[in-house]
């Protein structure tokens, strides 16, 4: 690719071509990426975003991939994966630094053993932290920016520290999406550690008894409607087991559209308009996808 050569210059971290996307999500879907940048240092992501803006290319930021489906023609552009890098966690008093490549839940973990509250229902949500916060992710009443102070980003090519009231967000959402998250600043509660273990383990119980984690699966496909919950509204749309080549709805819970017979994206989309239409002919209601579609344009 153009301006490769440019970027070994400054960039310290690995390089791959046409790297195949799938092994990086959770839903084991997608093709290759042209260009795909796995950063060592923090210095290395900041020369990569620059690279980027500099020359105007396509762009993916990527995390653990919970929360993607990659077009099975892949990414014409360059992908940055954060993970395995920037994975710090500090915790003062009830003050927590945690870099954007961490895993949430080892975050979730020692914030519980170092007697904090506030992250606990979040424990069975996989990703990074970085992903976390784009998402605003959030499980069992508890939201990530209700505990957040600051969020450290590229923005532009300019590396800022946002304040909670600086930064729009809502029900899986935020206006991060342009930038590169780098870390965030969490305030959190003291808490009984023992009660807060016990919390935590319930919650995953509770996910592995309702949830299909034994297939490639990316969590709720689509989002809940205000008032409604979208799992719901598939299965009584008669929706449940529906399947589409090697994807289907799975019958342990609805919103979880999963991968389980080795499909392709293409199944994917077709068994995500399917459901759609299902559930506007049967509920009059509009699913709104969770999911972060990459390399349909
Ligand atoms: C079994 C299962 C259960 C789940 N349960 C929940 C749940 O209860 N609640 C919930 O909210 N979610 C849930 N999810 C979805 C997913 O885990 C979350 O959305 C998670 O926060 C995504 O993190 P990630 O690192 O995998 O992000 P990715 O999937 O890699 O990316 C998601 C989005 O974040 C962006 N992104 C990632 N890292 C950065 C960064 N450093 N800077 C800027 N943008 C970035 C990507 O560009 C993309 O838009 C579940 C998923 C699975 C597979």
Redesign the pocket.
Known sequence: MLYLDELTKTFRGEIRLSEPLAPY??LKLGGPADVFLIPRTKEDVIEAVRWIRKHGLRH?????????LVSDAGFRGVVVR??DTLTEIRIQGTKVYAE??AS?PLLVLETIKAGLAGLES?G?????V??????????YGTEIFDVVETVE?IHGSKVLKFDREDIHYEY?KTN??H????SCELVLKKGNREDLLEKRKNLLQK?RDS?P?EVP????IFKNPPGKFAGALIESAGLKGLRVGGCSVSTKHANFLVNDQGGTSSDMISLIEAVRKGVLDQHGVKLEL?V?KVGFE
């Open positions: 999500t959770s993916y930021f990527l995390g653990y991939g919970t929360n993607i954060l993970a954007a490549g949430l979040l069975g949500v996989p990703g990074t970085g992903g976390a916060l784009l998402m605003n992710a959030g499980a980003a899986r991060l999406d930038d590169f998250i780098l996910r949830q984690l699966n990316a969590g709720s969770e972060k």
